[in-house]
Structures are given as structure tokens and as C-alpha cells.
């Protein structure tokens, strides 16, 4: 079974610029979470959607959205872009929204670096 | 009360040592501690996760062992390896299920030979 994939793996943009980073998820997952990795916050959730619904969103500006498709595919977009942007954009996928053990599988993250 | 808190952030051990990194945290409402690793380059994975019913449990070598009066958990990895040098994120759920887990902030492990 493929895992997640997640397009691109890296993306240098400049302030002020806009950005859409993509995400499938494992065969039959229709729950996709989004994480933003930096070396001084570490996992900070971003949003999770399932069946194309927003179920939860984390304490980030408006600047970031998402969005599912019926596919379960999903994408998110930062828009004017600042440095402290800069960071490893992870997703991860699980069958289900319920369950606390319900487990979930990480793609490799797409690298974003904003000059 | 959200926060989940990961110490040390760094750690070195001889090849063949225990490894062990610390969590803890407040909010009594989780019931779900996952431990995840991460190698460069790759997303987290999950190791190892237990409920705060059970007090300690091994797959291999690697323990979680859980007390819930002090609202802590640790990750112990018996025999360390070269190959377990990675980065190790504890992380914690609400029983509800439906809320996204709260992570440490990452213990970077180095096993030296």
C-alpha cells in the first residue's frame, strides 16, 4: 500500500508571494491533518479535514487555509508568505476523525524556505 | 493545559545503552501517548503508544512506561542502537478522539558507537 505522498518535497518562495503545497493520502484514509514543523515549536497543528469538511483548525493566522477533495486529497495554501513561514509542512493521513488511538501516518513533509 | 512537555532535547548514549526521554503534562482529559520517531528526511512514524490505563508496555525494545499520578510518561530504548538515532516526539490526545494530538517539542537522539 503506498503511503502518503506530498508535492513538492521542497519550494523557495519570496515574501509576499502565495503558495499551495498538496497532499494524498493512504488508499481509503479520508482524514488528512496538516502539521507545521519548525526546530523551535516543534508538530504545531494547522487543520484537519474529513470528507471534505474542516473538523478542526489550530491557533494559525487566516493566512493559512485547506481544503479536501472528494478524492481525499487535500491541498493547503499560505498566502503572502512571510520568513517565519519557513518551515517542514507535514500531513498526515488515518481512516477515521473519532477514536483518540486512531492512527496516523506522516508523509515526508514538503520543505518550504521563504526568502 | 494543552502543552505537552519533552526533556531533553538532546541526548547522546553509548552503543548498547538505555535511552530515555521524558514527557509530561496536565491536562488529565488525554488519554491517548503515542511516541513517534523521526529520521531526516522522513515524516514521523509511530513507535509505540499507550493508554493511561496500563502502566508500562514493551514492543521490542522499546518501553512506555506511564504514571498517571505524576501525569508523566517516558520512552525507554533498551540496547541503543546507531540505527535509533533519530529525532523522538511524544505526543498525547483528548479521549474524544476527534481533536488532533498535542506533540513535545522532539528529544534528538544520537547513539555513538
Known amino acids: 500500500k503506498a503511503g502518503v505522498t506530498q508535492t513538492p518535497r521542497y519550494l523557495i518562495k519570496t515574501r509576499g508571494q502565495q503558495v499551495t503545497l498538496s497532499c494524498s493520502p493512504i488508499?481509503?484514509?479520508?482524514?488528512v491533518s496538516w502539521y507545521q514543523q519548525t526546530p523551535g515549536q516543534g508538530l504545531q497543528f494547522l487543520f484537519e479535514y474529513f470528507s471534505e469538511t474542516q473538523r478542526n483548525k489550530g491557533n494559525f493566522p487566516g493566512r493559512f487555509s485547506g481544503r479536501q477533495f472528494s478524492n481525499s486529497r487535500s491541498e493547503m495554501n499560505v498566502s503572502t508568505l512571510e520568513l517565519g513561514d519557513s518551515a517542514l509542512y507535514l500531513c498526515?493521513?488515518?481512516?477515521?476523525?473519532?477514536?483518540?488511538?486512531?492512527?496516523?501516518?506522516f508523509g515526508p513533509g514538503t520543505r518550504l524556505t521563504v526568502l | 493545559q494543552q502543552q505537552v512537555k519533552q526533556s531533553p532535547q538532546s541526548l547522546i548514549v553509548q552503543k548498547g545503552g538505555i535511552s530515555i526521554i521524558n514527557c509530561a503534562y496536565e491536562n488529565t482529559a488525554f488519554d491517548y501517548f503515542p511516541w513517534y520517531q523521526q529520521f531526516p528526511g522522513k515524516g514521523p512514524a509511530l513507535l509505540i503508544a499507550?493508554?493511561?490505563?496500563?502502566s508500562e508496555k514493551k514492543e521490542g525494545r522499546f518501553t512506555i512506561s506511564f504514571n498517571k499520578s505524576a501525569k508523566q510518561f517516558s520512552l525507554h530504548i533498551m540496547d541503543s542502537q546507531p540505527g535509533d538515532s533519530a529525532t523522538y516526539f511524544c505526543a498525547a490526545r483528548f479521549n474524544s478522539g476527534n481533536t488532533p494530538l498535542v506533540f513535545g517539542k522532539g528529544t534528538r537522539l544520537s547513539v555513538i558507537a
Open positions: 499507550i493508554r493511561p490505563d496500563v
Open positions: 498526515a493521513s488515518s481512516m477515521w476523525t473519532s477514536g483518540s488511538d486512531r492512527e496516523q501516518f
Open positions: 488508499s481509503g484514509h479520508r482524514s
